[in-house]
């Protein structure tokens, strides 16, 4: 388990980010992002559709850690798919947030018109090839979406962000990614804090003298994900973050594999979205 993942772009992404999805706009993710920040996160998870763009900006640009040092993605929504759209969309997540590239800008699901969805990709190419954005990926895409989107693809995705945590594997779904070099990264980890008290969770959390939180972003890092753990809170953002003092044994990680009950706690575009 490393902090740094590598990328195929060149660049490297750091192994836990903050997620950032249902904080509130204004001073709430302000406060979350820039106290993150001071406690350690390079790594800053946000979207157009969270409507908190411009506050994760403010609290980088504040916080006084180096631009370079900070990894920020974004998600342009479905309505800003299309090239023209896609493209301008990411300018205004820039003007929004006020900071001068993204790091990663992903397609935020597959959305239900192929053809728009494959324009906006185009418009994610355009952006990085104009320099707005480092690194574009797809998010909630299942294997035969980005296999769609790789037949007219000038770029490949780099990365995939989906919903991944214990009672939610997706074992094909990040086989198929990693077969081809595609960072898999994870929001909600915590499987949004809904089965924290588990007993085969709880137990292995008590064996290591961790909590069960720290537990699942673990186990994240040691499938070789990027763990997107969720909180407006000081003390849980740090022990969200201090995982890499203890390790799961391969009885834990069988435990914990155990659990896999197909929980999904978001919406699932995969299941909805034609290829
Ligand atoms: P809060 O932001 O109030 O701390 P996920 O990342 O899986 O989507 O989970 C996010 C949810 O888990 C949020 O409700 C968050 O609440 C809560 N949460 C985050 N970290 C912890 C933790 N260490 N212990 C308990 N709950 C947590």
């Excluded at 990027?226 to 003390?235: I, N």
């Excluded at 890499?244 to 978001?266: K, Q, Y």
Aim: hydrophobic fraction near 45%; aromatic fraction near 6%; include cysteine.
């Amino acid at each position: 388990v490393s902090r740094e993942v590598a990328l195929p772009t060149g660049f490297t992404m750091p192994s836990v980010g903050l997620g950032v999805y249902r904080s509130a706009p204004g001073q709430e993710t302000y406060a979350a992002v820039l106290g993150a920040l001071r406690l350690g996160y390079r790594h800053i998870d946000t979207a157009q559709v969270y409507g908190n763009e411009a506050d994760v900006g403010r609290a980088v640009r504040d916080s006084g850690v180096p631009r370079e040092e900070v990894f920020v993605t974004t998600k342009v929504w479905r309505d800003a798919f299309g090239f023209e759209h896609a493209l301008a969309s990411v300018r205004s997540s820039l003007a929004r947030s006020g900071l001068a590239y993204l790091d990663c800008a992903l397609l935020h699901c597959p959305g239900a018109d192929p053809g728009r969805r494959e324009g906006a990709w185009r418009g994610l190419e355009a952006a990085q090839a104009q320099g707005l954005v480092r690194t574009i990926g797809v998010s909630n895409f299942s294997p035969a979406h980005i296999a769609k989107l790789n037949r007219t693809a000038a770029v490949k995705p780099a990365v995939n962000q989906v919903e991944v945590h214990p009672w939610l594997q997706r074992r094909e779904l990040v086989a198929a990614c990693r077969a081809e070099g595609i960072v898999v990264q994870a929001y909600s980890p915590l499987g949004k804090a809904a089965r924290l008290s588990d007993p085969p969770l709880a137990a292995v959390a008590q064996r290591l003298g961790v909590s069960p939180a720290q537990v699942l972003v673990r186990w994240s890092l040691q499938k070789g994900l990027v763990p997107l753990p969720k909180s407006v809170h000081p003390d849980r953002q740090a022990s969200n973050l201090d995982v890499f003092s203890f390790s799961l044994s391969p009885e834990d990680v069988a435990a914990l594999d155990g659990l896999e009950e197909g929980l999904v706690t978001g919406w699932d575009p995969v299941a909805h979205d034609p290829v």
